[in-house]
T-cell receptor
Framework: SQKIEQNSEALNIQEGKTATLTCNYT??????LQWYRQDPGRGPVFLLLIRENEKEKRKERLKVTFDTTLKQSLFHITASQPADSATYLCALSRRAAGNKLTFGGGTRVLVKP | DAGVIQSPRHEVTEMGQEVTLRCKPI?????LFWYRQTMMRGLELLIYFNNNVPIDDSGMPEDRFSAKMPNASFSTLKIQPSEPRDSAVYFC????????????????FGPGTRLTVL
């Protein structure tokens, strides 16, 4: 069956360091992969989209990679700040699935000052 | 724009009661999505609409769940009868077709409705 896995353990990181999150998938051929941020008590907020033919995408301090051979996406937050503390969700979509997104379980990040 | 609006924000009800969750998408958006989020199962898509027409309801758990979109600015998700296992946070999201490939449009989420069924 299709599976999208994110590290369920919280990631504790010191301010200023780079946080790296993984999103692994099996039995899935996504055409697009999105990353969202979710704060407690709020809905997810879109951060970045990367296509299957793109290796890397950047936005300010965020960087996403997409390796369709490894079936993995990495999400990096460089020069992390306490304000980056949140849960980060990856979401995949397939060409044949219209606008349907399938989300991973999310990874909580805690940046300590 | 006020963003996606959901009501109520919190709902506590007893098993067997009917529950209606409401959503107002962002004006001009042509897609509307209903999700459910729990610790065990994460964020799951229940159903989505395009131009008020249901496109994919394969995530709707069972016949107790129904969703409608009578017009472009309003949608409801109804649970009848409710059960304790329906307790979760229900999110509504909307998106606008930018003309790019399907699956690339940004979804904008509402604040969610926290449902507790006793």
């Amino acid at each position: 069956s299709q599976k999208i896995e994110q590290n369920s353990e919280a990631l504790n990181i010191q301010e200023g360091k780079t946080a790296t999150l993984t999103c692994n998938y099996t039995n899935y051929s996504p055409a697009y992969l999105q990353w969202y941020r979710q704060d407690p008590g709020r809905g997810p907020v879109f951060l970045l989209l990367i296509r299957e033919n793109e290796k890397e995408k950047r936005k300010e301090r965020l960087k996403v990679t997409f390796d369709t051979t490894l079936k993995q996406s990495l999400f990096h937050i460089t020069a992390s700040q306490p304000a980056d503390s949140a849960t980060y969700l990856c979401a995949l979509s397939r060409r044949a699935a219209g606008n349907k997104l399938t989300f991973g379980g999310g990874t909580r990040v805690l940046v300590k000052p | 724009d006020a963003g996606v609006i959901q009501s109520p924000r919190h709902e506590v009800t007893e098993m067997g009661q009917e529950v209606t969750l409401r959503c107002k998408p962002i004006s001009g958006h042509d897609y509307l999505f209903w999700y459910r989020q729990t610790m065990m199962r994460g964020l799951e898509l229940l159903i989505y609409f395009n131009n008020n027409v249901p496109i994919d309801d394969s995530g709707m758990p069972e016949d107790r769940f129904s969703a409608k979109m009578p017009n472009a600015s309003f949608s409801t998700l109804k649970i009848q009868p409710s059960e304790p296992r329906d307790s979760a946070v229900y999110f509504c999201a909307s998106s606008f077709s930018s003309g790019g490939p399907m699956g690339t449009d940004t979804q904008y989420f509402g604040p969610g409705t926290r449902l507790t069924v006793l």
